[in-house]
Nanobody
């Protein structure tokens, strides 16, 4: 059974850094599409960064860098310059890509989700 285990959250002061990790368990599959989302109290869940196995990656915030290690089936999110607005529960997600025309695309709704890891930034 596929499950994602997220870790690396914690409490830091404003301006600090954290690196989140998310390891895929229960399958040798290297999902083409992986992403980090976050959800803050009273706010909707938002995608903060995504990466695929086709050389594409993006981050909503320039302070956040997403990467992956397919050898260990692990996704990372390096966060720097953290502010109190970054306080949230961070979730990792994974899914397979689908073929559209001549290329592969990632879905907006991911199939597999981690349990979330809490990031708290204090001023």
């Amino acid at each position: 059974q596929v499950h994602l285990v997220a870790s690396g959250g914690g409490s830091v002061e404003s301006g600090g850094s954290l690196r989140l990790s998310c390891t895929v368990h229960g399958t040798p599959t290297r999902f083409e599409c992986m992403a980090w989302f976050r959800e803050a109290p009273g706010k909707e869940r938002e995608e903060v960064a995504k990466i695929d196995n086709f050389g594409r990656k993006s981050s909503v915030y320039g302070r956040f860098a997403i990467s992956r290690d397919n050898a260990s089936n692990t996704l990372y999110l390096q966060m720097s310059g953290l502010t109190v607005d970054d306080t949230a529960t961070y979730y990792c997600a994974a899914d397979s890509a689908y073929l559209l025309g001549l290329g592969y695309r990632c879905r907006e709704n991911y199939k597999y989700w981690g349990q979330g890891t809490q990031v708290t930034v204090s001023s």
